[in-house]
């Protein structure tokens, strides 16, 4: 087949000059593409990796981009690329890319290829999909060359987007990077080169006048600087002579203003021109050139720089702009300090203290705190990497406390912040109570006394279970629960609940609106025996009734010559009987505590307060006897028709109960309700006349039976008689 290219020469003859650097602005994305899809090179888009297998079509760049066969030889056209990236969806974005590449310069496409393909033969790839032809020269070929380092790499790939952006600066900078060497290889680097050098003369030209023109010609040295930027946009020497154009001295109101913020940060603001694009520098002593803050660039007036550099003193321009270029002098902020203050600063007072906290600046090294207060005095403190400090052994009175942020400054070696003001007033705190003691009186009730708390008032508190503060543990006085009435310290006689108690008194020292909680207490008050009340019943015993104590386990029962204890179970199971015979007595009655006062239970030692005993005279046994006189009325049988009284054994002083005959038909009454009251005599005729027989009423019911009759004592000491009933079977008339 006929190659067309070098057929007289011979390959090494037709080869010409190779590209040292890809001079495409899209190259940046067509990198991207390729590491995407997993190609080495972006010709590997062309052919399928069987042709590349078997050489049944292989790509020919040397004299112009091409894909060949056996047979065949077609040049790659922006169309042929196109409808290759419509049939292989996987390439597609580095197949358009590479059309928009050639649709920009057909030799542009050839030099991008060429520049991928140079380090790749010179490492000896295979399976590039190349006419094995060529591949050989290119790998002899690249030897000759110079071998470009990443740096190198780098700063060519960078040439073709530096100039499209007008940053001649900094494609000078790129160029200095690669060298002499690499600019001679490359007569297309040399010759961007030379453009390059006559570009940045003229500039540096215009700036020397511009410069010497700013004193006394502020119009013309602008319109030079503006030039300047018009050819390379990113010269720093014609932004910083706008940027000295624009500053106003320091005792005129700066155009642009600047505030530190939350986190660091600064706000921008400036005055809006309709229709005006800005875009935002900051510049600085210290600075290598005026950057842009991140963030602005469009029609808005206002902006936050999120991350000034800390430390060095900076200013910031908003420049008018069209088309990316500056079209006049900036608006420009006073000189600012960067140095950000603690943030978050808050000063509690306590007993003779103050705890100042704050978030320190992530930059900051230290924190300063200066402390004055009554009298001149001042105290100071630096921290390092803590955010809290308390301030000890102050006065009550009104203190201030200034707290500036120290940060690292490249230029300065170190700054302080402004600093940030706060105000506490030191309150005067009652003295804590040191130790709380009870202490059961003899008899009934305890006493609290203590340690400490002088000048104080000392009130004693049941706190909600759970939630009983620590001794020392600051209070408000308005949170407190409310103080015991029954319990009062200091107090010499000894008090007791009205009910029974059982729980930690705390005590808490309070002085107008602070308090400071105490020590405790565990108490174990029985509640108070309800009024008993004695039954008498034969032998001698007596039958006490009371309602139990509430929270004791116990009841003891002390009568002359004897004591008893008994438990609330065998109370309430059996009753209390006492063996008291048939004479007067007197019993006391108390609930039962440790002898010693001391128990035990879960919360540490428990003090037991006694009870008052509660007393109750028995008077001696009165025995009340009757019995139902019979008689026969005609032919029937006998029938009640009287009953004979007798009281035995009571005392004058003491009023005898009043006695009841009830009548039931059929069952025996139960009580002086179960039926009808056939006969009552009172106690003070029973007291007068101890023996006395009555006659029944004429009843129509006593002479139909069956029917009961029953006494019984009501009223007034009944408990202390006992009623002597005879046979049942003479008070039932069948």
């Given amino acids: 087949m006929r190659r067309g290219f070098g057929e007289k020469l011979g390959l090494p003859g037709a080869l010409g000059p190779l590209p040292l650097a890809p001079l495409a602005p899209e190259y940046g994305k067509l990198t991207e593409g390729q590491r995407t899809a997993g190609l080495r090179y972006a010709g590997e888009a062309l052919t ?44 597609a974005p580095v197949l358009r890319l590479l059309a928009a590449i050639r649709r920009q310069d057909p030799a542009l496409l050839r ?15 295979t399976d590039l999909g190349i006419d094995p032809a060529e591949l050989a020269l290119l790998a002899k070929a690249s030897r000759a060359l110079p071998a470009l380092d990443d740096r190198q790499r780098t700063a060519a790939e960078s040439l073709a987007p530096l100039w499209s952006r007008r940053r001649l600066r900094a494609c000078s900078h790129a160029v200095t990077t ?17 453009r390059l050098r006559r570009r940045l003369d003229r500039c540096d030209r215009e700036l020397a006048a511009a410069r010497t023109a700013a004193p006394t010609d502020p119009a013309g040295a602008e319109a030079g600087y503006l030039r300047v930027l018009a050819v390379t946009s990113d010269d720093d020497e014609a932004v910083r002579g706008l940027i000295r154009l624009g500053t106003v001295p320091a005792s005129e109101d700066a155009p642009l203003t600047t505030r530190p913020v939350e986190g660091g940060r600064m706000a921008l603001a400036w005055p809006a021109r309709p229709g005006t694009r800005w875009r935002v520098l900051r510049d600085g002593p210290g600075l290598d050139r005026a950057t842009p803050v991140p963030g602005t660039g469009g029609t808005a007036t206002t902006a936050v720089d999120a991350d000034p550099p800390v430390g060095f003193r900076v200013r910031y321009a908003a420049f008018p702009v069209e088309d990316g270029r500056p079209t006049g002098v900036p608006l420009v902020s006073h000189p600012l300090l960067v140095a950000p203050d603690a943030e978050e600063a808050a000063l509690e007072d306590g007993p003779a203290r103050i705890a100042v906290r704050w978030r320190r600046p992530r930059t900051a090294t230290a924190t300063l705190l200066a402390l004055t207060g009554p009298g001149g005095l001042t105290l100071r403190h ?156 034969p032998g001698g015993q007596v039958r006490l009734v009371f309602d139990w104590p509430s929270g004791a386990g116990a009841v003891t029962a002390a009568w002359p010559g004897g ?46 307060v006694r009870r008052a005993p509660v007393a109750v005279d028995v008077p001696g046994e009165t025995v009340v006897r009757y019995r139902l006189l019979t008689r026969r009325r005609g032919l029937q049988r006998r029938v009640p028709h009287a009953v004979e009284v007798r009281a035995e054994g009571h005392d004058p002083a003491v009023p005898l109960p009043e006695l009841v005959l009830v009548h039931r038909a059929s069952v025996r009454p139960r009580h002086a309700e179960d039926g009808t009251v056939l006969l009552r005599i009172d106690g003070a005729s029973l007291a007068r006349t101890p023996h006395q027989t009555l006659e029944l009423p004429p009843v129509p019911d006593l002479s139909r039976p069956p029917y009961a009759l029953r006494a019984f004592l009501l009223g007034d000491g009944a408990g202390a008689v006992r009623l002597e009933e005879p046979a049942l079977t003479t008070l039932v008339v069948r």
């Fill in 48 to 91: 399928d990796p069987q042709e590349r297998a078997d050489g049944s079509a292989f790509l020919s760049v040397l004299d112009g981009v091409a894909l060949c066969t056996p047979r065949r030889r077609r040049l790659v056209d922006e169309a042929a690329l196109l409808g290759r990236a419509d049939a292989r969806p996987a390439h």
């Fill in 111 to 125: 030099r991008v290829l060429l520049y991928q393909l140079l380090p790749l033969a010179r490492q000896g790839a």
């Fill in 178 to 194: 690669l060298g002499p060497d690499v600019l001679r290889a490359d007569p297309w680097l040399g010759s961007l080169d030379a």
């Fill in 382 to 537: 630096t921290a390092d990497r803590a955010e809290e400090h308390v301030f000890t052994d102050l006065e009550p009175g009104f203190y201030q406390v200034t707290l500036t942020a120290r940060h690292p400054s490249p230029v300065e070696g170190t700054v302080d912040a402004p600093g940030i003001l706060r105000t506490a007033t030191v309150h005067p705190w009652p003295r804590a109570l040191t130790a709380l003691t009870a202490d059961a009186g003899p008899e009934e009730g305890v006493r609290f006394t203590g340690q400490g708390g002088e000048g104080a008032e000392v009130r004693l508190v049941v706190w909600p279970e759970g939630a009983v503060p620590a001794p020392g543990t600051e209070l408000r006085a308005d949170a407190l629960p409310a103080p015991l009435p029954w319990a009062r310290y200091g107090d010499p006689v000894p008090t007791a609940p009205a009910a029974a108690f059982a729980g930690l008194v705390s005590a808490v020292t309070v002085l107008g609106e602070r308090a400071l909680a105490g020590p405790g207490v565990r108490l174990d008050v029985p509640g108070p025996i309800g009024p008993p009340r004695t039954v008498r019943e």
């Fill in 563 to 608: 004591e008893l204890r008994i438990s609330r179970s065998a109370y309430v199971r059996e009753g209390l009987r006492l063996p008291l015979g048939t004479g007067p007595s007197h019993v006391t009655l108390r609930p039962h505590v440790p002898q010693d006062g001391v128990g035990t239970r879960a919360g540490g030692a428990v003090v037991g």
